[in-house]
């Protein structure tokens, strides 16, 4: 009994030692385990801050590659004529301001006249524009008539017509009314919703907006034109601000529809001025055309900058129904 008793004891003895081993093994791997934890986020935090660095100087790249040419641009306004060709980098060891005074001066008019010329076509651009296009969107989108689909059909066929299809025709019928060498060509168009690009945003924009509004107006008394600019014009704010971004820069960059209809040159805008810095028969000033050049693209940014964020909403809102 006693060796029986003993062996019993001895027994358990040895099997609580196992047990105790077995429980400080995973014991010790788990402490293992917590230590290397820590260690494999300080590497995948590293790897992430490598990662985000090359992107970013991937895009730094790219956007110096972008802005050269403007880059260029800059320094070679201020450079003589013989260096502007000789010298593709960006410093200037000896500034030629003197290229802002030949060119601000250097033609017929004062430059000053060409920027009032282009101001005034942007301005009854938009004008017409953001009044025109909005009212026909506000037709599309909100009234039944008959023919509807298929002006409408038109009206999206106008997107896909580059303009030198119309433009000899256009001209043709200008130049029959001896509307040539004014502003009229360039400003009635817009004044009748030939921009199909603007007219499908308002559309689009519209139709986003509950018919809700349209029914109160209704129940109040309220006809389309009230509905049109009482309701509806005041929340198609972003919509307008991207009229009014894209139609200054398209008709502020617009060469070949202002050198058709434009020959004299107290009429001459921002493009065709400075394409009379260069004369094939003749000496081309480069550098103050270049420095006219510069001060041409300030308006551009000014109106970039303020009108981003109307910019950017306006293509966003107008997305989706």
């Known amino acids: 009994m006693t060796d029986a008793t003993l062996n019993i004891k001895a027994n358990a003895k040895a099997a609580k030692r196992a047990a105790v081993s077995a429980t400080t ?5 788990a402490g293992a385990s917590d230590v290397s934890i820590p260690e494999y986020k300080d590497k995948n935090k590293v790897r992430n801050i490598v990662v985000q660095i090359i992107k970013q100087l991937v ?83 909100r009234l039944n008539f008959k023919g509807r689909p298929l002006m409408f059909g038109f009206m999206l066929l106008m997107l896909m017509i580059p303009i030198h299809v119309v433009i ?48 109160a107006a209704k129940i109040d008394g309220a006809g389309h034109w009230r509905i049109y600019w009482q309701i509806l014009m005041p929340l198609m704010k972003p919509a307008i601000g991207t009229t009014a971004v894209f139609t200054f820069m398209w008709t502020w960059n617009d060469f070949f529809s202002q050198l058709i209809y434009l020959t004299d040159p107290k009429l001459y805008t921002v493009p065709i001025a400075l394409r009379a810095f260069i004369d094939a028969t003749s000496k081309s000033s480069y550098g103050p055309m270049f420095a006219m050049s510069v001060l041409s693209m300030i308006p551009l940014f000014i109106v970039f900058c303020f009108g981003q964020k109307y910019l950017v909403e306006g293509i966003a809102t107008t997305g989706g129904k």
Not at 81 to 100: D, S
Not at 118 to 134: E, K, M, P, Q, R
């Open 25 to 29: 093994v995973p014991a010790s791997s």
């Open 168 to 215: 000899i025709p256009q001209y043709i019928i200008w130049n029959s009314l001896s509307m040539i060498n004014t502003y009229i060509p360039l400003i009635v168009p817009k004044f009748l919703a030939m921009d199909g690009f603007f007219t499908f945003l308002f559309y689009q924009f519209i139709r986003g907006l509950p018919r809700d509004l349209d029914e």
């Open 59 to 141: 895009v730094l790249a790219i956007a110096l590659v972008m802005l050269y040419p403007i880059l260029w641009m800059i320094a070679s306004s201020l450079r003589k004529p013989n260096e502007i060709f000789t010298n593709m980098g960006l410093w200037v060891a000896h500034p030629q301001w003197k290229n802002y005074v030949d060119g601000w001066f250097g033609l017929s008019q004062p430059f000053g006249r060409y920027f009032l010329n282009s101001l005034l076509l942007v301005a009854c651009a938009i004008v017409g524009n953001v009044i025109t296009c909005s009212m026909a969107a506000y037709a599309f989108a």
